[in-house]
């Protein structure tokens, strides 16, 4: 199918240079083209100008949507969420407001083990159908492409689980999802510390591997839970399987995961609110996006990764939601987007290359992904006329978003 988008007051988010990240002073330009239109065909984008300048012959096109004035944006992309999940913890929320840290209620058994708990007694179909909620609420809010991981499973049936949970997921929704297996997100209950990463390596790891079940590895590497030794030893494993690595470091301490990330060719290393800025030149020549939730620092009062010093010091950054239980329950990339503007004081136009090219770089995902391009997919988003770019971050709880389209058809 063939469709024109006319009357685009501004077409933002062009990457007419083949890059597939930005880095430094680069994330503070987004490419705009203002009074404009694009042509999509077949699910892709084909081309996109000036009204000034659009060809008056020669447009057979299928259907023809009128922008209202309103911006063209690509769609979110969400590198970093734990939508797979079963129930709620509120309580925890009570208990935070209480006083009580992350790191003391994981310790009571609350947050990861909690929400194992409830997985494990709910059905594969009841699972799905609660995850199916969560990515169609992201999808209207402007998301097009998302990573999920398992990690609330803890053993391997449960885990397993999760993983054909999110393959269904990709099968039904026009959403892009990509998948990542997250066995070492806790130690699950009953076992050694010792004793649960050997099941990792040896049980999990191959099931996944042979099922196809996952994309990526994820290891919680912190403070409490899993060690940069682990780390290595679990990364040696997935690589057998085909699945790079995508790392929590740097959350609640500082504690040598980054190196071991970056050293296993790492996708992304995602937290880093305890970053310290030697850490920088361990990224600085890597294939490694730093990846940013600030959702979890606003949720859970910490600090916020620094982010604006990474740009400041060349680095490229993704932002992610986190969307998950107990830390952060939001998928809205916007409201990310708007934190990462006033808690990180990233630009605006930083913060949507951050949300966009850089977070479809995070998923491996920017060839096709994350920008407005000939060749790539017609997933954007149609706002609401609004007198600037600037002013989505700066209207924080605004739903300044109208019209949403992957693959060229709107959802």
């Excluded at 992201?138 to 689980?161: F, H, P, Q, W």
Aim: charge should be negative.
């Amino acid at each position: 199918m063939r469709l024109l988008v006319n009357n685009i007051r501004t077409l933002a988010g062009i990457e007419t240079k083949g890059r597939r990240r930005l880095q430094g002073v680069e994330m503070n330009s987004l490419g705009r083209i203002d009074d404009a239109w694009m042509l999509v065909d077949d699910g892709k984008i084909s081309a996109f100008g000036s009204m000034n300048d659009m060809p008056s012959e020669g447009f057979i096109v299928d259907a023809e949507i009128d922008a209202d004035g309103g911006t063209v944006l690509p769609s979110w992309c969400d590198p970093h969420t734990h939508i797979v999940y079963a129930g709620s913890r509120e309580g925890e929320f009570v208990d935070k407001i209480m006083g009580l840290s992350y790191a003391e209620i994981a310790r009571r058994g609350g947050g990861i083990l909690n929400s194992a708990d409830l997985l494990h007694t709910l059905s594969e179909d009841e699972l799905y159908r609660q995850a199916m909620h969560r990515a169609e609420e992201i999808m209207r809010k402007g998301t097009g492409c998302v990573e999920i991981k398992s990690g609330y499973g803890l053993n391997t049936a449960d885990e397993m689980k999760m993983l054909r949970v999110i393959s269904r997921m990709k099968e039904s929704l026009p959403m892009r999802i990509v998948s990542t297996f997250l066995g070492a997100h806790a130690v699950g209950r009953g076992y050694g510390h010792d004793e649960y990463v050997d099941l990792i390596i040896n049980e999990m790891l191959p099931e996944a591997g042979r099922e196809r079940l996952a994309d990526y590895v994820d290891v919680f590497c912190d403070e409490g839970f899993f060690t940069p030794e682990d780390t290595d030893r679990i990364l040696n494993a997935a690589a057998r399987w085909g699945m790079r690595p995508k790392i929590h470091v740097d959350e609640l301490a500082a504690t040598g995961g980054l190196p071991v990330a970056v050293r296993h060719g790492a996708l992304s290393v995602d937290h880093l609110e305890n970053m310290p800025e030697t850490e920088f030149d361990i990224l600085r020549d890597s294939g490694t996006m730093p990846t940013v939730l600030p959702g979890t620092s606003f949720f859970l009062n910490m600090p916020y990764a620094p982010a604006r010093k990474m740009i400041d010091a060349g680095l490229g950054v993704a932002v992610a939601s986190d969307y998950n239980p107990g830390s952060t329950p939001s998928g809205d990339m916007k409201f990310a987007v708007s934190l990462a503007c006033i808690k990180m004081r990233l630009l605006p136009s930083e913060a949507v290359n951050a949300a966009t090219l850089n977070a479809a770089y995070a998923m491996g995902l920017a060839d096709g992904y994350g920008s407005i391009t000939v060749g790539k997919a017609a997933n954007f988003f149609i706002t609401e006329p609004i007198p600037s770019i600037d002013y989505i971050p700066y209207a924080y709880t605004s739903p300044v978003i109208k019209r949403v389209f992957l693959n060229g058809r709107e959802v």
